[in-house]
Each structure stands twice: as C-alpha cells, then as structure tokens.
C-alpha cells in the first residue's frame, strides 16, 4: 500500500546509457573495461536519487533487439547503426551497479523499455502517485499527465529539462497525446518510421492544432489547404495510421511485479563500493565516503590504483625537485612534445605575489624548479621560445610575472591559455579553476589526485593541461569559436597583460584633500540631518534609522525586513517627497561611499614606489564577454554624480609634458541593435548621423525633431536603452517615474514604429528557445538553461537576457577587436603612446603632448573599423590633463 506523497522515478536504461557514451570522453579501468558510459549513468542515477528523493524507482532495459512492433513493420528501427561494441559491452557493468544501488532492473521479452515505462507509468497513476519519467527520449511525453511528468536530458548527461502537462503544450503547442498523432504525421527518423513524406513537424503542429488527431486530419483532407499536401496524405494514409501505431507507447506490458516491490528502501553503502572500487570510479567512492567506515574507504582507495579513471595518469607522473643549475639539463633532456606550465605563487593577486617556482611537465614527467635557491625565471628561458608548445592556465597574469622578471609571452609562441578557452565554452561558469576545467571537460575528479605537498600537486594538475589543450582545440572548432579564440581573447589577454603592467598614475595628495573635503561636507550633512529629524543617531545604523523615518517622523513604511524597517536606496527615493531629511540621508550615503570605498580605498592600493594603481582585468568572468576589473575596480568609478565624477582628477599622465586621452564608442549598443535587427528607421537615422534619442521621440510621438523636447527625449532615451535590455513595462515604469499602463504603452509604440526591432526581438527569444543559446556577431556564446523554465520569472529573464546578450555580447567584442588592432598598430608605430584601462566602452590612453593628433587618428581609424556594420560607428574623443579633463 502506498503513502501519501509517494514518488515513483522510472529510468529508460538504454536511452540513458547511450546519452553517457557519447557525452563522456573514451574510460576505461585497471581491467582494461570501457566505463564512460557507466560512469555518466550512474552520475545520473545519483544525482536522480539525491535530487527526486524517491520512494519508488525502476530501471527499464529494452530485451532482444526485436519486439512486436516489428511484426507489424519489418523496417522498424532498420536504419539504426549497431550499437558500438564499445558501448554493448558496458550494459552488464550498468545494471551491475542498478543491482548494487539497490534499484529494481525490469526488462520484458517483445516490449521496449518505453512500454514498460508506460506501464509502470499507469499503474502508477492508478495507484495515487506522482511519476517521474527519466529519458533522452520525445516519444515519452506522451505520457505527461497531471501526475507523470517528464525529465529529459538535455547538455551532458545530469542536465535535464521538466515537462509537465503545460511544459509539453508550450513547447509542441499539442497536448501529450497529441505527441502520438504528430509521430504518425511526420514520422520519426531515429525510429524509422516512415510519416507521410514531405510533412515535417511545422506542418504536422499546424495540422493537429486544427483537426487534433492524425484520424481526423484523414477524415478532413479535403480541407487542408495546398493540392500537393493533400495529394501527400491522401497517398499515405495507411502508412499515417501505422505510423501512429508504431509511435504508440503501449501501457499494457504483462509486468509481473508490483509497486509495493519497487518501493526504495536504499542501498548498502560497503556493497556500493566495492562496485565503484572495482570500476575505478574514485571519485565516486570519495561521495559516498562518508556512509562508510573510514578504514574501508581507505582500502578503496588501495584497491584503486590501477584505475585509469580514478587514477589519472598525473597519479603516475614521475616528480622531480629541481633547484640547482646543473639539473636543469635532465629537464630539458627528458622533456618532449607538448607541455603544461603553471607559475607557483604565495598570493592569488600576482601584482603583488611573490613567485616562488615553476611547474612544467608533459604527461609522462613533470619538473618542480624552485627560484627559492639558486635558479631563476632567466634559467627557464628555453620555455619563452616558440620552438615548444606550452599549455598554461591564466596567460595573462603569467604574462604579468614574466614581465616582472624581464621576459614577455608573445601571441605566437606556441602558448595556448585552457582558461580563456574554458571560458569561451561555457561563459556561464562563474569563476573558472584549472581544477574545474579537469573535472568539467575531462571528466576526471580533480579530487582523486594523489600528491604528498602542494608543489607536487602543482606538478600533478600542470601535467593536465595538454590534455585539455587537445580536448579544447576540437571543442573550440565544433562550436566555430576558433576566430574568437585566435583573433580575439588569445591576443587581448596579452594586451591587458601589458595594461595591468603599466598601471594608472593616482596623485594621493589630490585624493587626501578631496577626501577632507568630503569630511567637511559630511559633517555637515550630518549637523543638517539631526536638525531636520530632531535627534541625533547613528545614520549608518538601518534599524535607528528605520526608527527615526517611520516611527518619530511617522512616513509612510515602504517594506519591512526580519530586523525591521527596510531602508534601502530605492525605498528611500521613494520617500523622498515626504520629508527634506531623506535626500539629505542619500546624500549623506553617497558622499560616504565616495569616502570609504573610494578615496580610502584607492589611497591604499597606491604603490609607494610607483605612484600608480595596478587594477586587474578579468576576462573570462562575464556571461556576456564584458571585461572587469578589482583591486581596485576603476570600471566602477561614479560618473553619474559631479562629486564621483571629480574622483577621476586624481588620475593622471605619467610625464608633466602628456596628456590624458578618452575614447569613447557613440551608443555603440543601439548601433548593433540596428546592425542586428536591420531596421530601416534605425539604420536611416545613424547612417545620417541623426541625434537618435531626438529620431526616437520625433518618430514615436509622431511630431518633428525640432518639436522634442527634454522630456520626451529623456523618455525615448529610456526605451532605445530599455529595449536593448529587454525591459518589461514595469522596469520602464520604474525608470520613468510613469504608470505601467503608459510603460507599456511606450514599448509598444516603439515596436510599432520600429517593426524591424521588433521581429529581430521575437526571432532571437524564439533561436533561443530552439538552441538553447544566443551568440554575438563574433559567435560567442551564451546558453540560457531556464528559456523553458516553468517559472514564469526564471523564463522571462532568460527571454530578455536572449534579447540583449547579441547586443551587449557584440559590443564587448567590438571593443575587445578595437583593443587587440590598436596594440598592434601602436606596436608598429613610432609613437611613446599607451592604453592604460577599458571602461566599458571607453578606452584611456596617455601620449606625449606632440602626439595627441597621430594617436587620435590611429585610434578613431581603429575603432570605428573594428567590425563592419550597416551603420558607422562613431568616437567621441577628449583630451586632458586628467581622465577628468578628458571627458
């Protein structure tokens, strides 16, 4: 008898097994036994387990390769490959460890594992609980109901997509059922089944919206619009309905067992490992390591050592200490083919860090070369020519080291960074490790290495990056990121590496006596503040400040929080209109954070030697391509506000007799956005160098561009930008100030007038939803997994992050090929000019004087000719004694 909230989780083996096979790189154990596709199965049924928390579950296998379909259609499945034998051989090591998880195996002669998923899906429903069915497969869909839903896999094997009822209907626009009748319309190549020729799924969907069954669409031939399509259905409706029979999931199997059987009362963790121990898979061990006694698992770890999985072959690596002169030959003796090369540092900051060794190694030998003795970087130097392959992790920062020792790393020297390519992969991933790329793209735990210090760890994970190198090289190919790589991140890591080098040079005197003022003025604020509120108190302190707004002074509370009243920023702003000590408080917060976060902080980041800022760029950070920086961030310096924007004073030249020198791109993102929409009143106005905030408003509010005033151009400043981000009507209304209603309103009429905006919007949410990705005009990438999330919310943003990813996206890009074409040209110049810091999509420069106008030719002739566009892109450029003058 079953409890409430029971839980049945049904898994169709075959399709799982084969989705591992061909997602994992080629494994195998100390037996010389192919394991991927274990391996990624029982990832999966883990990760099923721990997520789905089942009380009951199955797993269900085809069995023979002929069932009773085939006496109906001979040709069923006959245009199927054979199954590789790589893959055959590993179903008995599958179910081996279904039987040791302790998980039911059903398989039935004559039925495939989708009948008896069906099955089980029926008397499951029947029996009052919910269902989960696990599969790469479409054709299970059919079965979604209220209470059976779907999990299909989607990228790797551990990432699937939910369908529920409505998931289904969204996704097809047919309700599951329907998922039979639009098989027997189209057919399914995968299967062999044959449809009616010519009609593919558009077709299909179209057809079924409006006659529901492939029966009636045969009953209302005479209907379907177009001759050749209803000669096509006319001809084959035999082979529609036997189509249909074919796609027909039975749930009528002959299952002898019951549900009370399948209930899942979880497994022996000692049996477990034995399996895991067996089959190599160490890390695997180490997750469930904590069920079992610790002696055991140290045994497990004995047992393993063979394992090719478990024990990469850096477990293997012979580790040589070098530090004198004399060895350094061995080194370079024993040395051949491609290498790994990782720099040792005692800080994560490598502007400050103090670099203490080398890390170099092929495969087979890996070298530790301490600079704690006699050695050097110089005594590495053949590793700088480009007559060796060289794999590193992070090119910039070694780029950074070297030149702090008086070497450099040059674009062609046979250097390859596995981070930038880990990164173009998968932008999404946050933070990228070395340590994550392993487990990531090889499929190989990082954990399981074996290393008695951290200088032999080092060793061990450099030896992995030749591996990745090839791994990335193929990946990168697949997906058209080569350009990107080669042409674009690759050379712009070695351009920032020389911008991080350079530094900015900050005048600390300035800063300390912007930082009085700053005190004098908050003091004052202060003095203001108690006077309107009529009582002093901690103005930093949310709850006496809650207290003083909504209790003494009785305004209307906006939100409350578990401590109190909320007084954040936006909750202040609003509140602003009902009492003169509110804008007094932002300002007071204002002028605080300029203190604290700025002047303070950019005074102790000043180098006493230099008197310059290192800031360090971060390249593989955004999901968008944008770069940033930290320590400190000059990207973030205030610029909306005149007493945030006089911090950039403080910046300045280098030499008394240079300048400062901004470039900055003209709307660069709306440009795109015309470029990518092709929309004429888009393109028009740039293309005519119009204002195009005011060709907004004239065009939108249908009035002249001599009648835009400051507010209705501020209004269509709002939407251009807005649009570009995806906003919704409730974002614009926020940012206006106006109801939703007219938000609304105002990003309709805009579409209206800009029908090319418009329909490029809807084709790109629409890509997206298709591919599960959008890329920029150079092909970066960006996945957006929730596109099909039924969280209204979670769905909508990944739409609007569709929407503005190709714009954003190629925007970096245009200015990252900007910078990569204007080191290059100032290279083979003869001019003193440098570029010092990126902001977006401003580019600072500081020259001689007598330079300023070469640089800005060179400059503007780059940057407006970075990409070509169907409308120009423009530069504004300034010039200054300081980055402030210079704006």
Same mark, same amino acid.
């Given at each position: 008898?079953?409890?409430?909230?029971?839980?049945?989780?049904?898994?169709?083996?075959?399709?799982?097994?084969?989705?591992?096979?061909?997602?994992?790189?080629?494994?195998?154990?100390?037996?010389?036994?192919?394991?991927?596709?274990?391996?990624?199965?029982?990832?999966?049924?883990?990760?099923?387990?721990?997520?789905?928390?089942?009380?009951?579950?199955?797993?269900?296998?085809?069995?023979?390769?002929?069932?009773?379909?085939?006496?109906?259609?001979?040709?069923?499945?006959?245009?199927?490959?054979?199954?590789?034998?790589?893959?055959?051989?590993?179903?008995?090591?599958?179910?081996?460890?279904?039987?040791?998880?302790?998980?039911?195996?059903?398989?039935?002669?004559?039925?495939?594992?989708?009948?008896?998923?069906?099955?089980?899906? #029926?008397?499951?429903?029947?029996?009052? !609980?919910?269902?989960?069915?696990?599969?790469?497969?479409?054709?299970?869909?059919?079965?979604?109901?209220?209470?059976?839903?779907?999990?299909?896999?989607?990228?790797?094997?551990?990432?699937?997509?939910?369908?529920?009822?409505?998931?289904?209907?969204?996704?097809?626009?047919?309700?599951?059922?329907?998922?039979?009748? !639009?098989?027997?319309?189209?057919?399914?190549?995968?299967?062999?089944?044959?449809?009616?020729?010519?009609?593919?799924?558009?077709?299909?969907?179209?057809?079924?919206?409006?006659?529901? #069954?492939?029966?009636?669409?045969?009953?209302?031939?005479?209907?379907?619009?177009?001759?050749?399509?209803?000669?096509?259905?006319?001809?084959?409706?035999?082979?529609?309905?036997?189509?249909?029979?074919?796609?027909?999931?039975?749930?009528?199997?002959?299952? #002898?067992?019951?549900?009370?059987?399948?209930?899942?009362?979880?497994?022996?963790?000692?049996?477990?490992?034995?399996?895991?121990?067996?089959?190599?898979?160490?890390?695997?061990?180490?997750?469930?390591?904590?069920?079992?006694?610790?002696?055991?698992?140290?045994?497990?770890?004995?047992?393993?050592?063979?394992?090719?999985?478990?024990?990469?072959?850096?477990?293997?690596?012979?580790?040589?200490?070098?530090?004198?002169?004399?060895?350094?030959?061995?080194?370079?003796?024993?040395?051949?083919?491609?290498?790994?090369?990782?720099?040792?540092?005692?800080?994560?900051?490598?502007?400050?860090?103090?670099?203490?060794?080398?890390?170099?190694?092929?495969?087979?030998?890996?070298?530790?070369?301490?600079?704690?003795?006699?050695?050097?970087?110089?005594?590495?130097?053949?590793?700088?020519?480009?007559?060796?392959?060289?794999?590193?992790?992070?090119?910039?920062?070694?780029?950074?080291?070297?030149?702090?020792?008086?070497?450099?790393?040059?674009?062609?020297?046979?250097?390859?960074d596995t981070m930038i390519a880990g990164y173009l992969l998968n932008p999404s991933d946050g933070e990228l490790t070395l340590e994550s790329l392993v487990e990531r793209e090889l499929h190989i735990p990082a954990g399981g290495l074996r290393y008695e210090n951290s200088k032999e760890e080092l060793v061990r994970i450099t030896s992995m990056l030749p591996d990745l190198r090839k791994h990335f090289r193929s990946a990168l190919a697949a997906q058209e990121l080569d350009d990107l790589y080669h042409k674009?991140?690759?050379?712009?890591?070695?351009?920032?590496?020389?911008?991080?080098?350079?530094?900015?040079?900050?005048?600390?005197?300035?800063?300390?006596?912007?930082?009085?003022?700053?005190?004098?003025?908050?003091?004052?604020?202060?003095?203001?503040?108690?006077?309107?509120?009529?009582?002093?108190?901690?103005?930093?302190?949310?709850?006496?400040?809650?207290?003083?707004?909504?209790?003494?002074?009785?305004?209307?509370?906006?939100?409350?929080?578990?401590?109190?009243?909320?007084?954040?920023?936006?909750?202040?702003?609003?509140?602003?209109?009902?009492?003169?000590?509110?804008?007094?408080?932002?300002?007071?917060?204002?002028?605080?954070?300029?203190?604290?976060?700025?002047?303070?902080?950019?005074?102790?980041?000043?180098?006493?030697?230099?008197?310059?800022v290192y800031t360090r760029f971060h390249q593989t950070l955004t999901a968008t391509g944008r770069l940033s920086s930290s320590e400190p961030n000059l990207q973030n310096i205030p610029i909306r506000m005149e007493e945030g924007r006089k911090l950039r004073q403080a910046f300045e030249p280098s030499y008394p007799d240079w300048v400062i020198v901004s470039a900055d791109y003209s709307q660069v993102e709306l440009r795109i956005l015309a470029h990518l929409s092709g929309d004429d009143a888009l393109i028009?106005?740039?293309?005519?160098?119009?204002?195009?905030?005011?060709?907004?408003?004239?065009?939108?509010?249908?009035?002249?561009?001599?009648?835009?005033?400051?507010?209705?151009?501020?209004?269509?400043?709002?939407?251009?930008?807005?649009?570009?981000?995806?906003?919704?009507?409730?974002?614009?209304?926020?940012?206006?100030?106006?109801?939703?209603?007219?938000?609304?309103?105002?990003?309709?009429?805009?579409?209206?007038?800009?029908?090319?905006?418009?329909?490029?919007?809807?084709?790109?949410?629409?890509?997206?939803?298709?591919?599960?990705?959008?890329?920029?005009?150079?092909?970066?990438?960006?996945?957006?997994?929730?596109?099909?999330?039924?969280?209204?919310?979670?769905?909508?943003?990944?739409?609007?992050?569709?929407?503005?990813?190709?714009?954003?996206?190629?925007?970096?890009?245009?200015?990252?090929?900007?910078?990569?074409?204007?080191?290059?040209?100032?290279?083979?110049?003869?001019?003193?000019?440098?570029?010092?810091?990126?902001?977006?999509?401003?580019?600072?420069?500081?020259?001689?004087?007598?330079?300023?106008?070469?640089?800005?030719?060179?400059?503007?002739?780059?940057?407006?000719?970075?990409?070509?566009?169907?409308?120009?892109?423009?530069?504004?450029?300034?010039?200054?004694?300081?980055?402030?003058?210079?704006?």
């Amino acid at each position: 008898m079953t409890k409430p909230n029971s839980k049945l989780v049904v898994i169709d083996g075959n399709s799982i097994a084969y989705r591992a096979f061909f997602a994992l790189p080629e494994l195998s154990n100390a037996k010389g036994q192919y394991t991927n596709a274990v391996y990624g199965f029982t990832q999966m049924l883990l990760k099923l387990l721990q997520d789905e928390q089942p009380t009951h579950i199955a797993v269900a296998f085809d069995k023979g390769k002929k069932n009773f379909r085939h006496e109906v259609y001979q040709a069923y499945k006959g245009t199927r490959q054979k199954t590789p034998s790589e893959l055959s051989e590993q179903f008995p090591l599958v179910k081996q460890v279904v039987d040791a998880l302790a998980i039911p195996v059903i398989e039935i002669e004559n039925y495939e594992a989708d009948d008896i998923i069906g099955t089980l899906a #029926s008397m499951s429903e029947a029996a009052g !609980l919910h269902t989960v069915v696990v599969s790469g497969d479409k054709d299970l869909l059919q079965l979604v109901t209220d209470t059976v839903h779907a999990a299909l896999t989607r990228k790797g094997i551990t990432d699937v997509k939910y369908y529920d009822v409505e998931a289904v209907k969204e996704r097809f626009e047919l309700t599951p059922l329907q998922i039979i009748d !639009l098989k027997g319309l189209m057919g399914d190549n995968s299967d062999n089944i044959p449809g009616v020729p010519g009609v593919g799924e558009k077709t299909a969907i179209k057809l079924l919206k409006q006659y529901h #069954s492939v029966e009636e669409v045969l009953n209302h031939i005479d209907e379907v619009s177009g001759p050749k399509l209803r000669e096509r259905l006319n001809e084959n409706r035999d082979q529609a309905l036997l189509s249909k029979r074919l796609a027909t999931i039975t749930r009528e199997v002959p299952i #002898s067992i019951t549900l009370d059987e399948l209930e899942y009362k979880g497994y022996d963790a000692g049996q477990v490992r034995k399996v895991f121990v067996d089959l190599g898979f160490k890390s695997l061990v180490d997750k469930i390591s904590g069920e079992i006694d610790n002696s055991t698992a140290n045994d497990a770890q004995d047992d393993n050592e063979g394992s090719s999985l478990a024990s990469h072959p850096a477990n293997d690596l012979s580790v040589a200490y070098i530090s004198k002169r004399k060895d350094l030959e061995t080194m370079w003796h024993d040395l051949n083919g491609h290498m790994g090369v990782m720099p040792d540092l005692d800080s994560e900051n490598y502007h400050v860090a103090d670099l203490k060794g080398m890390a170099v190694s092929d495969r087979d030998r890996g070298y530790y070369v301490s600079f704690e003795e006699e050695l050097s970087v110089a005594d590495l130097k053949p590793l700088w020519s480009d007559e060796l392959d060289k794999s590193v992790f992070n090119v910039k920062s070694l780029a950074v080291i070297l030149d702090s020792h008086g070497h450099t790393v040059g674009v062609d020297e046979g250097w390859y960074d596995t981070m930038i390519a880990g990164y173009l992969l998968n932008p999404s991933d946050g933070e990228l490790t070395l340590e994550s790329l392993v487990e990531r793209e090889l499929h190989i735990p990082a954990g399981g290495l074996r290393y008695e210090n951290s200088k032999e760890e080092l060793v061990r994970i450099t030896s992995m990056l030749p591996d990745l190198r090839k791994h990335f090289r193929s990946a990168l190919a697949a997906q058209e990121l080569d350009d990107l790589y080669h042409k674009v991140e690759f050379p712009l890591a070695l351009v920032l590496a020389k911008m991080e080098t350079l530094g900015f040079q900050v005048n600390a005197d300035w800063l300390k006596r912007y930082g009085s003022e700053l005190t004098i003025q908050l003091q004052e604020l202060m003095k203001q503040i108690y006077e309107l509120a009529g009582s002093e108190f901690n103005i930093n302190s949310p709850k006496q400040l809650g207290e003083v707004l909504f209790d003494k002074l009785a305004l209307p509370p906006q939100k409350k929080t578990k401590t109190g009243y909320s007084t954040s920023a936006d909750v202040l702003e609003k509140l602003a209109p009902y009492h003169d000590v509110v804008q007094k408080i932002l300002d007071y917060r204002q002028l605080g954070k300029l203190q604290s976060t700025y002047v303070e902080g950019l005074l102790k980041v000043i180098r006493p030697d230099t008197g310059r800022v290192y800031t360090r760029f971060h390249q593989t950070l955004t999901a968008t391509g944008r770069l940033s920086s930290s320590e400190p961030n000059l990207q973030n310096i205030p610029i909306r506000m005149e007493e945030g924007r006089k911090l950039r004073q403080a910046f300045e030249p280098s030499y008394p007799d240079w300048v400062i020198v901004s470039a900055d791109y003209s709307q660069v993102e709306l440009r795109i956005l015309a470029h990518l929409s092709g929309d004429d009143a888009l393109i028009e106005a740039f293309r005519n160098n119009m204002d195009i905030h005011t060709s907004t408003a004239a065009t939108v509010f249908e009035v002249a561009p001599e009648e835009v005033d400051s507010f209705l151009r501020r209004q269509a400043k709002a939407v251009n930008f807005g649009i570009v981000y995806g906003i919704s009507d409730y974002g614009l209304s926020q940012n206006l100030g106006i109801t939703r209603a007219h938000a609304g309103q105002l990003i309709k009429d805009y579409f209206d007038k800009f029908p090319g905006v418009a329909k490029y919007m809807k084709e790109i949410v629409e890509a997206a939803r298709k591919d599960g990705y959008v890329t920029t005009l150079l092909n970066r990438r960006r996945y957006l997994p929730d596109i099909h999330h039924r969280n209204y919310n979670l769905r909508s943003f990944a739409e609007r992050t569709a929407m503005n990813t190709p714009i954003q996206g190629t925007a970096a890009d245009v200015i990252k090929l900007a910078m990569v074409k204007i080191d290059k040209a100032l290279s083979d110049s003869n001019l003193s000019s440098r570029m010092m810091l990126q902001v977006h999509d401003e580019l600072i420069f500081e020259c001689p004087e007598k330079e300023v106008q070469e640089l800005t030719a060179l400059v503007e002739e780059n940057m407006e000719n970075a990409v070509a566009l169907n409308v120009p892109l423009r530069v504004d450029i300034n010039v200054g004694k300081t980055w402030y003058e210079a704006k």
